[in-house]
């Protein structure tokens, strides 16, 4: 898998970078220290259609545990709480892991 690192922080606090699974198809990784969850993340499946980069589903802990957004459109959908792992820095690589096994069903559910 090629990854490419997007963007960091002065201090290395949040760094960003995308894994690319295939021609169009992209996983972009957030991650950064975070004061109350220690440890703050989001994986969001993207696509190109058109030209443009589309959100297809969207994998996060913003409210202190694992959660799953899908897309409809533009629309982001209500969230599915997912079992943690045991911790963030275990729950962000098995939504990347998540993402990479299924994806080809996700973007099928998503298309328009």
């Excluded at 894994?19 to 993207?46: C, H, N, P, Q």
């Excluded at 589309?54 to 994998?59: F, G, I, M, N, P």
Aim: charged share 35%; hydrophobic share 40%.
């Amino acid at each position: 898998m090629e990854r490419e690192a997007l963007w960091v922080c002065m201090g290395g606090e949040e760094q960003r970078f995308q894994v690319k699974i295939e021609e169009g198809v992209w996983i972009e990784v957030r991650k950064t220290r975070d004061l109350e969850k220690g440890f703050d993340w989001a994986a969001v499946l993207t696509v190109m259609r058109s030209g443009r980069r589309h959100a297809v589903y969207l994998y996060d802990n913003a409210h202190g545990h694992p959660e799953r957004h899908r897309y409809r459109g533009q629309l982001k959908l209500e969230a599915e709480r997912l079992p943690t792992k045991g911790s963030a820095r275990l729950d962000l690589p098995a939504a990347v892991e998540e993402i990479k096994a299924k994806w080809e069903g996700m973007v099928e559910r998503w298309e328009p």
